[in-house]
């Protein structure tokens, strides 16, 4: 099945320290991504939408300029947490929308996930 | 716009027990649905998936889940309850096309006592 590779699972920085999130489908072509941040005993709230090839669709209240997301290639697609604060520190995970290429637009076989990073900024 | 309804942040069973997550939906269009359970500091994993067909829809692990249109429901359900089955529980809908955006609901943690 569809398989998601997300790098690193945990990462301790320093205050105002960029990190970089590297997301990558590893046996199918992900044309677009989703960025998560969950916090604790929480659901996942959506960061953004990557799109291979074109600027990423960030969701109202998100800093595009904090959360850079970069969708270069089918496969792989970064978030990188520029500057980061104490109050970044969260769980994120991303997710690729599997489909299967069958007719126009392809059949939707649902989201395959990464297995998370948990960021801690000292 | 689309929404889901998970009701009960906690679920407890016995071990051997029937487990029963609930899941309501709100959506302009039968959506599709979606089941995924995180362990902890892991992702989500896919545990079944409703799009077209059959509305009683098998998954991994023993669990099943069935779409009600009248009542739209997909409610999770496994006869017995394993230990293993500890974990928080996800519901989710996706548009039928467009952007796929997918709308989570907040979870369920499932509780299993020995």
């Known amino acids: 099945g569809a398989v998601v590779s997300q790098h690193p699972s945990r990462v301790i920085c320093k205050s105002g320290t960029s990190v970089k999130i590297e997301c990558r489908s590893l046996?199918?072509?992900?044309?677009?991504m989703f960025w998560y941040r969950q916090f604790p005993k929480q659901s996942l709230m959506l960061m953004a939408t990557?799109?291979?090839?074109?600027?990423?669709?960030?969701e109202q209240g998100v800093e595009k300029d904090k959360f850079l997301i970069n969708h270069a290639s089918l496969t792989l697609s970064t978030l990188t947490v520029t500057s980061a604060h104490p109050e970044d520190s969260s769980f994120y995970i991303c997710?690729?929308?599997?489909?299967?290429?069958?007719?126009?637009?392809?059949?939707?076989?649902?989201?395959?996930f990464g297995s998370g990073t948990r960021l801690t900024v000292v | 716009a689309q929404s889901v309804t998970q009701l009960g942040s906690h679920v407890s069973v016995s071990e051997g027990a029937l487990v029963l997550l609930r899941c309501n939906y709100s959506?302009?269009?039968?959506?599709?649905l979606f089941w995924y359970v995180q362990y902890p500091n892991q992702g989500l994993q896919l545990l079944l998936k409703y799009t077209t067909g059959a509305t009683l829809v098998k998954g991994i692990n023993g669990f099943e889940a069935e779409f009600k249109k009248s009542e739209t429901s997909f409610h999770l359900t496994k006869p017995s309850a394993h230990m293993s089955d500890a974990a928080e529980y996800f519901c989710?809908?996706?548009?039928?096309?467009?952007?796929?955006?997918?709308?989570f609901g907040r979870g369920t943690s499932l509780i299993v006592h020995p």
């Open positions: 959506s302009s269009v039968p959506p599709y």
């Open positions: 046996d199918f072509q992900a044309t677009t």
């Open positions: 989710a809908v996706s548009p039928t096309g467009g952007s796929y955006i997918p709308t």
């Open positions: 990557s799109n291979e090839g074109s600027k990423a669709t960030y």
């Open positions: 997710s690729a929308r599997d489909v299967k290429p069958e007719g126009w637009g392809g059949r939707h076989l649902g989201y395959t």
